[in-house]
């Protein structure tokens, strides 16, 4: 085992707090080294994680961005602007409306509890 | 009285776009952390199971020609199939990481029943394009279950079988039961649709 110069002999806890069966030796090395490594990368993590949270947070928007668009785009996809000669099922399947019901099913019913797991999962900093 | 096929096409295309969401959603967080809530781990299997169970009365009553029935037919099994394993995945029943395999198989079924049901050339119309493109597309995604059940943690293969249902649904929504594409319609497919 390589003792490295300089680094204090004495235990350091581990993550959490808790005490590591490391010797004093690797304990000493862990807290000067290794330390500012795991912070970074642990960073690196929740960064990782918020843009994650981010993307599924907007995939909903986006999709009823998307059918708002398309009913700009092509008004006449929407049977209420267009009712001439227009059955029961043309009211009930309009696509631009179709889509942006089913952003608004994921962004209100889906997506919430997800980024709400993510939170819990990651720790209190998300 | 049934309602137009592009009614139809518009209708399925919708449950293809939540599926593919929910999907894109699970392959970003990962399985560990979608599946914390249960419910939620059944929500696409169960998806894909309701919409095998929705095409039989596609089967039943759209029924043009024989291809047709049998296309519908050969949908709502394999679709309903792959839901139940999914669904018998996430309960536990099966454990297997190949039974990833049915998807592959799904939409090897799919794709060939949408080339094989079409049987009019490409630029027929906007219909004949469009079955053939998700035919082509259901068939190069066959791949993505395929690398699932090779390499179960990498994101590509997860990310690619969500945006396949995506594209999907936007080529669904593209359809028309008479339309031209890449302004040609063949004078034998009849006028277009207003507009």
């Known amino acids: 085992m390589k003792i490295v110069p300089g680094c204090a002999r004495v235990p350091t806890p581990g993550k959490l707090g808790v005490p590591t069966d490391q010797g004093p030796e690797e304990a000493a090395v862990s807290s000067e080294f290794v330390g500012p490594l795991e912070r ?3 960073r690196q993590r929740t960064s990782r994680r918020s843009v994650r949270m981010l993307v599924v947070e907007s995939l909903g928007p986006l999709t009823v961005l998307g059918g708002a668009v398309w009913a700009v785009a092509q008004p006449y996809r929407i049977v209420f602007l ?14 631009p ?7 608004l099913v994921f962004a209100l019913g889906i997506a919430p509890g997800i980024v709400e797991d993510m939170r819990s999962d990651g720790g209190p900093e998300g | 009285m049934a309602p137009r096929a592009e009614l139809v096409h518009w209708a399925f295309a919708a449950g293809f776009l939540l599926l593919g969401l929910i999907l894109l959603a699970e392959a970003i ?5 979608f599946g914390k809530r249960r419910w939620r781990a059944y929500l696409w299997p169960s998806l894909a199971f309701a919409l095998g169970v ?3 009365p596609v089967a039943v009553f759209f029924t043009s020609s024989t291809l047709h029935m049998l296309a519908h037919a050969s949908w709502a099994e394999v679709a309903m199939l792959a839901g139940a394993i999914q669904l018998a995945l996430v309960r536990g029943k099966l454990t297997s990481r190949w039974w990833a395999l049915s998807l592959s198989f799904t939409l090897v079924v ?11 050339p490409w630029l027929f119309s906007r219909a004949a394009f469009l079955h053939h493109a998700i035919g082509w597309t259901l068939l190069v995604a066959a791949l ?3 690398g699932q059940a090779l390499r179960p943690r990498q994101l590509v293969w997860r990310a690619g079988f969500a945006m396949t249902w995506v594209v999907l649904a936007m080529l669904l929504f593209c359809d028309r039961d008479v339309a031209p594409i890449f302004g040609h319609l063949s004078d034998l497919a009849g006028g277009p649709a207003s507009p």
């Open chain 2, 54 to 56: 929705l095409l039989w």
């Open chain 2, 29 to 33: 967080v990962g399985s560990d952390v």
């Open chain 1, 40 to 42: 970074g990368a642990e």
């Open chain 1, 82 to 95: 267009e009712r001439a000669g227009k059955g029961f099922y043309d009211y009930l399947v309009q696509p």
């Open chain 2, 110 to 120: 799919s794709g060939l029943a949408f080339l094989l049901h079409e049987q009019n």
């Open chain 2, 144 to 146: 993505f279950p395929l």
């Open chain 1, 97 to 103: 409306l179709l889509v942006i019901a089913v952003g």
